[in-house]
């Protein structure tokens, strides 16, 4: 389900109304009478939802579909059969389902963009409030930010000049500094065959209680779900966190820190300047990434690592030992004069 502070719900809707239009094939007979109230990822969608299948695992994948109607490639199908649903046969099953996101959602819009009901807010020159946003008590807004419809901003909280907020709930006590940018549409693209599209994204942004984001950075909406940063982390300038990532309590990240979609990162982690994580990487409570690091593989709980692609750091400087000392060794003599 969405958040209906921040999207319509256009549904239900029927799956005729919902494939007008796209190149899918369906079983004939087995469609007429299917309401479908929602979309969802796979492994999260009901008896009410439609989803899709794509990517590699797909067998594994489909063990957990409940949903009545998933978009499929066809060597693809079979898996989708098995876990009781109706496979929607296509050859770029994203892309479709990226496509049927706009008939069942809507995103709610600004209004007149003006706001003056708030008693105890201090708000700069130029600043636009959506319909239905509520700031706390104590929090002040500098000029010529941009509060979205629906955005839910805590008690004493800081938001600078030409801050953007949209899709997102915010703690107390936060700081978000100038030129910020939380609950854009994260990065993704589907394959079809006029070349990638844009996914919809109808997910939200997180912050607990004493976070602080630094200027410039962005804080991606999830594409399901939310992004979420947890109390007392701190974020510097200039950092890109992606959709769907979940950042926990005190963390310390420097800047220019990149993190991928979907990674998970655990309490206490402290990422360095320029440090940066694929998608889908772990990262447990209280491990170190120095500055630059780049893992390709989860890291452990309270490791340190460093380098590209990093390891731990005891392993990193023993390395560059072994290279300075072959280095050493391949050296030609000095002729001597």
């Known amino acids: 389900m969405v958040d209906n502070r921040f999207y319509k719900h256009l549904g239900p809707l029927s799956l005729l109304e919902l494939l007008d239009g796209l190149d899918v094939d369906i079983p004939e007979g087995q469609f007429c009478d299917i309401i479908i109230e929602n979309a969802a990822p796979v492994h999260q969608a009901g008896a009410k939802d439609i989803s899709f299948l794509d990517g590699r695992g797909a067998a594994k994948k489909a063990l957990g579909c409940g949903a009545a109607v998933c978009f499929v490639s066809a060597k693809n199908a079979e898996h989708i059969g098995k876990a009781g649903g109706l496979p929607l046969i296509s050859e770029y099953p994203q892309a479709d389902f990226s496509s049927i996101l706009d008939r069942l959602y809507q995103v709610l ?22 319909d239905g946003a509520n700031i706390g008590d104590g929090t002040s807004v500098g000029p010529n930010s941009v509060i979205g419809p629906g955005v839910v901003i805590g008690k004493n909280c800081e938001i600078g000049a030409n801050v953007v907020i949209e899709f997102s709930v ?16 994260g990065f993704g693209v589907a394959k079809s065959a006029n070349g990638g599209i844009d996914i919809p994204h109808i997910g939200t942004v997180e912050l607990g209680n004493d976070v602080t984001v630094g200027c410039q950075t962005t804080i991606d909406r999830a594409m399901f779900g939310s992004t979420s940063i947890g109390d007392g982390t701190k974020l510097d300038n200039g950092i890109q966190i992606a959709h769907n990532v979940k950042v926990g309590r005190n963390c310390l990240f420097a ?5 991928a979609g979907s990674c998970n990162i655990g309490d206490g982690v402290i990422m360095g300047g320029r440090a940066g994580l694929p998608d889908h990487t772990n990262v447990g409570d209280g491990a170190i990434l120095v500055a630059g690091a780049g893992p390709i593989r989860d890291v452990p709980a309270g490791e340190v690592w460093g380098g590209t692609p990093a390891t731990p ?8 030992s072994a290279i300075r000392r072959l280095a050493k060794s391949q050296a030609k003599p000095k002729q001597k004069s």
């Open 313 to 320: 750091i005891r392993e990193q400087l023993r390395q560059l």
């Open 109 to 130: 819009g600004y209004g007149d963009g003006v706001n003056n009901s708030f008693k105890d807010v201090d708000i700069g020159r130029g600043v636009v409030i959506g």
């Open 170 to 185: 915010i703690g107390n006590n936060c700081k978000i500094y100038h030129g910020a940018v939380l609950g854009g549409a």
């Open 255 to 259: 800047g220019h820190v990149g993190i």
